[in-house]
């Protein structure tokens, strides 16, 4: 047996496994991205319930790699949860947005979480409220 013919054939085996994971991380992201765009236009016709939920499957669908965008789609599950009522879901969300925006330095999520102050203004005497606005005042 010839050890060249056996590396150049698993040199190929290789190349295609690659191509084939890169694919395969392409559809992912993809999925990621339209079912966190599909959440946004049920939030927009109202339809919270099911907008929290496909947000929430595009999120657990992204790739570390990707935090930048968690984040970004993490302002709009918040987003979700205040317009169902939920708001310490809310607070919680929006919360580990922030985290993630200051940790990784991503100032277009931070922009986000900031322009959803003003809709936890009428819940300050919720647990956590208060402080987490403060935060964002001296953010």
């Known amino acids: 047996m010839c050890w060249c013919t056996s590396s150049d054939s698993l040199r190929q085996q290789l190349r295609e496994h690659n191509c ?3 694919e395969t991380e392409r559809s992912a992201n993809t999925t990621a991205d ?8 049920l939030l ?3 339809r919270t319930t099911e907008a929290r ?3 929430a499957e595009g999120i657990a669908l992204l790739p570390r790699a990707r935090d930048k965008t968690r984040g970004i789609f993490l302002t709009y599950q918040a987003r979700g949860c205040l317009e169902a009522g939920d708001i310490e879901q809310a607070l919680a969300v929006t919360g580990e ?3 993630l925006a200051t940790r990784i330095g991503a100032p277009r999520c931070v922009t986000l979480v900031r322009e959803l102050a003003p809709a936890f203004e009428p ?3 919720v647990d956590g409220v208060p402080e987490f606005l403060e935060r964002l005042r001296a953010s």
């Open 123 to 125: 819940y300050r005497r």
């Open 34 to 41: 339209l079912a966190v765009d599909s959440g946004q236009c």
């Open 97 to 99: 947005s922030l985290d």
């Open 20 to 22: 084939v994971l890169r």
């Open 53 to 55: 939920a496909r947000i």
């Open 44 to 46: 927009g016709l109202g």
